[in-house]
């Protein structure tokens, strides 16, 4: 006699949400996780672990790289600036120049004139500055008597005890 099989059903409380009727819910009951896709989750991990450490250090020194060469960009814009200046200070005329502006040197027969006070003077209708103290600005002393005073004071100043 041969034995009918049993239908086997699965032994599971009824759903009490839709879950299982959705997309996701068929997808996530299709999963089904083998030993093979365990170990190479396990070394997806493993290489993410090793790899990170080195790719920050890249990114890192990529980033250094970057800056050193700005900085080299730089330097070498100041080196050409510096070697235009020194070409000019090889011209005779340049530092002919140079010279009668900074060090007020003149040639052999040329006429040096120096401006002594060269700043603006002030203009009548614009106000003028105010004054601190009319006392501090204008004084009734003759200095010259007051200068014979002091030198006659210290002078006929009688001998200091010892």
Same mark, same amino acid.
Request: net charge neutral; charged share 20%; aromatic share 6%.
């Given at each position: 006699?041969?034995?009918?099989?049993?239908?086997?059903?699965p032994?599971?409380?009824?759903?009490?949400?839709?879950?299982?009727?959705?997309?996701?819910?068929n997808?996530l009951?299709?999963?089904?996780?083998?030993?093979?896709s365990?170990?190479?989750?396990?070394?997806?991990?493993m290489?993410?672990i090793? %790899?990170a450490?080195?790719?920050?250090t890249?990114?890192?020194?990529?980033?250094?790289?970057?800056?050193?060469?700005?900085?080299?960009?730089?330097?070498?814009g100041?080196?050409?600036? %510096?070697?235009?200046?020194?070409?000019?200070?090889?011209?005779r005329?340049?530092?002919?120049?140079?010279?009668?502006d900074?060090?007020?040197?003149?040639?052999?027969?040329?006429?040096?004139?120096?401006?002594?006070?060269?700043?603006?003077?002030?203009?009548?209708?614009?106000?003028?500055v105010?004054?601190?103290?009319?006392?501090?600005?204008?004084?009734?002393?003759?200095?010259?008597s007051?200068?014979?005073?002091?030198?006659?004071?210290?002078? %006929?100043?009688?001998?200091?005890a010892?």
């Amino acid at each position: 006699m041969a034995r009918k099989r049993a239908e086997r059903r699965p032994v599971a409380l009824a759903s009490t949400d839709n879950f299982a009727d959705t997309i996701a819910g068929n997808w996530l009951h299709g999963l089904r996780l083998s030993g093979f896709s365990l170990v190479m989750m396990g070394l997806l991990i493993m290489a993410v672990i090793v %790899l990170a450490p080195g790719i920050r250090t890249y990114a890192d020194q990529r980033q250094q790289i970057d800056r050193l060469t700005a900085a080299v960009t730089q330097q070498q814009g100041d080196v050409e600036q %510096l070697k235009s200046e020194r070409e000019r200070w090889n011209d005779r005329t340049y530092v002919t120049t140079q010279a009668r502006d900074r060090l007020s040197y003149v040639l052999p027969g040329d006429v040096s004139f120096l401006v002594i006070n060269d700043l603006a003077l002030p203009v009548a209708g614009e106000a003028a500055v105010p004054v601190a103290s009319p006392t501090i600005q204008t004084t009734n002393v003759d200095w010259l008597s007051s200068m014979f005073a002091s030198a006659m004071t210290a002078g %006929l100043a009688p001998e200091a005890a010892q």
